[in-house]
């Protein structure tokens, strides 16, 4: 793992369940590695504090839109929310 998963999952520990915590962390890394190399824990902690919804999951998923929208290169951040594209969402590999 890497130093900003594991900063996450601590902080994420906090606010929800550990299996949880764990793969929000990790999709912020994944995130991080594929889109923004210079993002840091503090950031995300940041936006999270922000989000206006009380529930953890849907504030994590709010803070991946808000950073993919920040990143012009990022079009689709539902593979990095905490259910990723969810059972009704179209097959992303499918006509690609």
């Known amino acids: 793992m890497s130093d900003l998963t594991d900063t996450l999952t601590a902080a994420f520990a906090d606010e929800t369940d ?43 998923n709010w803070v991946v839109g808000e950073l993919a929208a920040e990143n012009e290169d990022c079009t689709d951040s539902r593979e990095f929310r905490i259910d990723g594209f969810g059972e009704l969402a179209a097959d992303p590999d499918i006509g690609t």
Do not use: K
């Open 18 to 60: 550990d299996e949880i915590a764990q793969t929000a962390a990790e999709n912020i890394a994944d995130f991080a590695e594929e889109y923004d190399e210079d993002l840091t824990s503090d950031r995300v902690a940041d936006l999270l504090a922000d989000a206006p919804y009380d529930d953890f999951g849907r504030r994590f």
